[in-house]
């Protein structure tokens, strides 16, 4: 509520030339065969691809390849073999190995995902006017959307960029949500992924917020066309993936993030509320089940667990709803009650994978299978 109101944000579209490179990390994914075109047609005179093939697949590796092979400014790498490590090593990988290539910026992108044409010229003008380390986009999930879950996962990511947008309006640390988006060639090289976190975007925004001040611009006007989960299955495995892993990272630099005087209270809030942000499942499951063994109107308990379960409620379907309308989409009945059902469906999901991330040192790193 604090963050609404227009915002006078968009740098008018200017016609730098500083050299770009374009990070996609890809294992086994052939959803990045249809979004070669993407890049192919961006209209900026200096930039080139990198894609990090780590597929297992002889077959998807040799379809890249011929994809590529007369298209000069892309470069593939093949890692496998030098390196072990998770999508963070990927990048960090291919950050050392184009440093005399000289980039100014680097764009981190997946495989699914196709930016329009503008894409670098909006992105480099706004890293360059907005003067900041990062410049975070927007994923736009509207390929396979189709059916009540295609509705309901591109409807909750739009809420996830107005909620993201809302907090760095508020100064509140938003973070690097892991694609689509721009940074200083630099910076990233200097503080690098970790490569043991399975929720490495999570773990860098961290560390730049604590060793110096990382500085952001978010924006739903960048974006990139990105691809729905596969189905339910998918969906999970994916948002237990971050659950564990958001809490994990959080648990390793609780303290630095509590001792260190040079973080502002502000920072400090907004670090707290993204590393708790999962295990607010744990919250909601138990006032849910509190709510039956102490039945309202029995006393001050039950009133409180009342109003938790309302204010969770009511605030989930007015996501639902804010993210329908950023995306334009109608919303019905039948949506809303699917939404609702999430909630506490995912929540057992969420609580399970929060006790994980605070019980073990290495999470598990399942790549999410989509529609594209």
Known sequence: M???????????????????????????????????????????????????DDSDSVEISRKISSECENWECIHIIRPKEERKGRKGAAINYALDKISNLNPKYVVIMDADHRPPRDFLKLGVTLIKEKKVDAVIGYQKHDLGDYGIFGHYYRISQASSIYTLIARHKLNLTPIFTGSVAIFDYKWLKERRFDETSITEDWELSLRGYIKGKF????????????????????????????????????????ISILKDRKISIKYKIGLLYQGLLYSQALVILLSFILYFVFPFPQGLISVILTVLVAIDTISWIGLIIRGAQVEKMKINLQLIIFSFMMIYTMSIFYAYSTLRGLIFHKGRWIVTKRRS
């Open 215 to 254: 500085t952001t611009y978010v924006t739903d006007k960048l974006y990139a066309h990105c691809a729905i989960p596969k189905d339910i299955k998918w969906f999970i495995n994916q948002q237990m993936r971050w659950a564990e892993g958001t809490i994990s990272d959080l648990k390793k630099h609780l």
């Open 2 to 52: 604090l963050s609404l109101g227009k915002r006078k944000d968009e740098e008018k579209i200017k016609d730098y030339n500083d050299k770009v490179a374009i990070i996609i990390p890809v294992k086994d994914d052939e959803s990045i065969l249809n979004s070669l075109p993407y890049y192919k047609n961006i209209d900026y005179k200096n930039y080139f691809v990198v894609i990090v």
